[in-house]
């Protein structure tokens, strides 16, 4: 059943709405419609001809939250609904609005039957009694303005006829618009000649921002920038002049390019943008403006960006609706040369060495929200929590200084930082609603899926990702661990050959590859990548941990000690305590699942000594219950849930996973499976690496229930690309065999534990779980 009673599927004319799936079908086809704007949908079809306000949806779909523009997001779903139902707002035939209240869904609305599988051929309809007393209660409400529609309708039709006469007088004398919403502009670098170096970066970022926030115009990025530099044998930060840029106008297939210039005139500076077709090199648009000082100069190039939108096809109300001025992010031309630096030396060098030009643009303007933003983003992707949810909060408390798109960035990384991901996943979700072409809200929705184990979900939007930027490296990345994560390592090797073919590199990418070579047992390509990482700050590291991993997955356990050392050692040099702690934590984790426990405490004070970040603590409390240490990992936990109350996968996986951890120690399997089963639903998604089943299956054991236990050890085999190399991966097998052996199988328990022992045939011999499996091989009759 559905909402209020109803059936799951409602139908309406020719398309049918299933409300517990939250998908719409027109004939039997799937339409697209993003899950906020089927949200709105399901609300209104679920009560037909009532009118739903406002703020009921605000309460229903948005939880009574204003986190992201509400009316805003709302107006927007709407009309995403609209262009799904091919409806019109004026003469609507399936959603009404009520001006400054709600909405009404003005269809009929019929339960499909047994019979309804797929499309109908067309026929007459004669209305049943509920859809002849839905159009009487629908007329009552509608009877009141009834008189003034009709007037309305053809004062309307009188205007729009005097319209199509002016315009038709006009047709000789205006020209179409120079670009369309499909076109794509490469910006040059700044023409300086004022002698101020600090026009140098600063002006060409602020026209990026002026530019970005249009839903219309479609700047070429930094990074496919310089990739094409980089095809054209050129530094990928070679300075853009008008000759490159109209080079790479023409291989990337743009329409114009932007060339802008300012020079000084007495105390006065002249700001002159002009758009050049790519091609022909014919002027489509050119904008000057006069600066007072250099003070105003942010605020000229803002007016001179807006007339430049207009000029080049973007309708005047959009040019209002999103039109806030650079100077709103930041008035400090300083500071904006200092962030543009750093997205510079990222691209070149990666995140860790851009980090100080970010601290700079802070000390210079503390109120640079984007620069915040940058900061968060750069600290989330190497692993400093702590750090990375200081910056995003500081973000998130200057959001309404900054354009449309900087503010949807900023909230999806602020909830991105909490863990909220409901949260982060509306706002990414209202982001493609706005900027349907941005590639980035579906590439981090995809990512947002992949942590909740919608994998389903996560495929589809990283396909659209790469769809709307092919050349996007992290594109390739994201499809290509999602391929990974649901085992079909074949189309994830060809995903990651394809970038690498187009040229395209990248830490996420290199990881991939490397999680792949390892399930494919490709020793040659792993020892590649790891060679690929050595020397690289903030990279590095995470290759030597990965190594790690990998072996003590054989039972290699001093060899892996050495790289968690060296991954250590490596996050220190690059000035990351808290990416440090969490390799030592990690470590912590494995010990204890050899059964070194006096190793895994040591790990776990070390780790802790580093830093007090939340990952740390979060691997430190699983190690210390998975070592038997109930009461300290029962402290950690409740510290984590008390500190972290919005982390969304600590609540449901990583706590209940440790309080499982802490029973299956005291052998009370009872509640090891109580607490498990707030994390069954999420215990696939991209996290732990199926460890809550792992435990589950002990608990089986405990419980002498050998069927139970295997079904749940199955699980790590059928999803190796979840399980990557964890070491429970290559332990599985042990169990599996202890299972069989409790169920009186002896063959299936003696090819189960040969498994084992043939994997850790090079295994130090001395790891306590290695010497009981063969003391339990041996007694197997």
Not at 222 to 238: F, H, I, Y
Not at 408 to 429: D, G, N, P, T
Request: charged letters at 25%; a neutral charge.
């Amino acid at each position: 059943m559905g909402v209020n009673g109803q059936s799951a599927r409602l139908r309406f004319g020719e398309f049918e709405l299933d409300l517990e799936k939250g998908e719409l079908r027109k004939k039997g086809r799937p339409v697209r419609l993003q899950p906020q704007p089927c949200k709105v949908l399901s609300a209104l079809a679920s009560r037909p001809g009532e009118l739903v306000t406002r703020e009921e949806l605000k309460h229903q779909i948005w939880n009574g939250t204003t986190f992201v523009d509400f009316e805003q997001g709302l107006n927007f779903c709407v009309r995403q609904i609209r262009m799904a139902l091919d409806d019109d707002a004026e003469s609507p035939k399936f959603i009404e609005t009520v001006p400054r209240r709600g909405y009404r869904f003005v269809f009929p609305i019929t339960a499909p039957t047994c019979e309804d599988g797929g499309p109908k051929r067309a026929g007459f309809h004669l209305p049943t009694a509920g859809e002849a007393e839905f159009d009487e209660k629908l007329n009552a409400s509608r009877a009141g303005s009834s008189a003034k529609r009709k007037e309305w309708v053809w004062a309307s039709v009188a205007i729009l006829t005097m319209l199509a006469i002016w315009a038709g007088t006009l047709s000789f004398r205006s020209k179409t618009p120079k670009l369309t919403d499909r076109d794509t502009i490469v910006l040059a670098d700044f023409v300086n000649t004022t002698g101020d170096s600090v026009f140098d970066d600063a002006l060409k970022q602020a026209l990026a921002m002026e530019l970005g926030q249009s839903p219309f115009l479609n700047v070429l990025s930094d990074q496919k920038v310089g990739e094409t530099l980089a095809m054209m044998n050129r530094p990928v930060n070679e300075h853009v002049n008008a000759d490159i840029g109209r080079e790479i106008c023409l291989r990337t297939g743009s329409k114009a390019l932007l060339v802008g210039a300012i020079s000084s005139i007495g105390t006065h500076y002249l700001i002159d943008l002009k758009a050049l077709a790519c091609a022909a090199g014919d002027n489509l648009a050119r904008e000057q403006i006069e600066a007072a000082n250099k003070e105003d100069v942010l605020r000229a190039l803002s007016r001179a960006s807006s007339k430049l939108r207009t000029r080049l096809g973007e309708s005047l109300p959009s040019v209002q609706k999103f039109d806030v001025p650079a100077e709103a992010t930041t008035s400090s031309l300083e500071a904006l040369k200092s962030y543009s630096m750093g997205n510079t030396v990222e691209r070149e060098k990666g995140e860790a060495p851009s980090i100080p030009f970010l601290k700079r643009a802070i000390e210079l303007d503390p109120n640079f929200a984007l620069a915040y933003a940058g900061l968060a983003e750069r600290y989330t992707r190497l692993y400093q929590s702590s750090l990375a949810l200081e910056s995003a909060a500081k973000a998130y408390q200057l959001r309404d200084k900054v354009t449309e798109r900087e503010k949807l960035r900023i909230s999806a990384s602020y909830f991105m930082s909490r863990k909220e991901l409901e949260k982060e996943a509306q706002a990414y979700e209202l982001w493609t609603a706005i900027y349907p072409r941005d590639c980035i809200p579906h590439a981090n929705l995809s990512a947002n899926y992949l942590s909740m184990g919608h994998y389903d979900k996560a495929l589809r939007e990283g396909q659209e990702a790469l769809r709307l930027a092919p050349d996007d490296v992290v594109n390739y990345s994201n499809l290509g661990f999602t391929y990974l994560l649901l085992s079909r390592l074949d189309e994830a090797k060809a995903t990651l050959d394809d970038a690498l073919a187009h040229g395209l590199d990248g830490r996420e990418l290199r990881w991939d590859i490397y999680q792949v070579a390892f399930l494919r047992g490709d020793s040659t390509q792993m020892e590649q990548e790891l060679a690929w990482a050595t020397g690289k700050p903030g990279v590095e590291d995470t290759f030597l941990f990965a190594q790690s991993n990998s072996e003590v997955y054989y039972g290699h356990a001093k060899k892996a000690r050495e790289f968690s050392q060296r991954a250590v050692d490596s996050s220190l040099r690059a000035d990351s305590k808290e990416r440090a702690a969490l390799w030592r934590a990690n470590a912590a984790l494995w010990e204890a699942e050899l059964g070194n426990s006096t190793f895994a405490r040591r790990d776990v004070i070390a780790a802790l000594a580093l830093s007090s970040g939340r990952n740390a603590k979060m691997f430190a409390a699983l190690a210390l219950a998975r070592t038997g240490d109930v009461s300290q990992a029962r402290a950690l936990a409740a510290g984590l849930q008390r500190d972290n109350p919005t982390y969304t996968m600590l609540n449901v996986l990583w706590l209940p996973t440790i309080k499982a951890a802490n029973a299956l120690a005291q052998l009370n399997s009872d509640q090891v499976l109580g607490h498990l089963e707030t994390a069954a639903p999420y215990e696939l998604s991209n996290n732990l690496n199926l460890l809550p089943a792992y435990i589950r299956g002990q608990a089986y054991l405990l419980a002498h229930n050998g069927a139970a236990a295997i079904a749940e050890f199955q699980k790590l085999l059928d999803h190796t690309g979840i399980v990557h190399n964890s070491v429970q991966g290559a332990l599985v097998r042990l169990q599996i065999g202890r299972a069989y052996s409790m169920e009186g199988d002896i063959g299936k328990a003696r090819a189960a534990y040969n498994d084992f022992l043939t994997l850790w045939k090079d295994a130090e011999p001395d790891i306590p779980i290695l010497r009981q499996a063969k003391n339990e091989y041996a007694s197997l009759q």
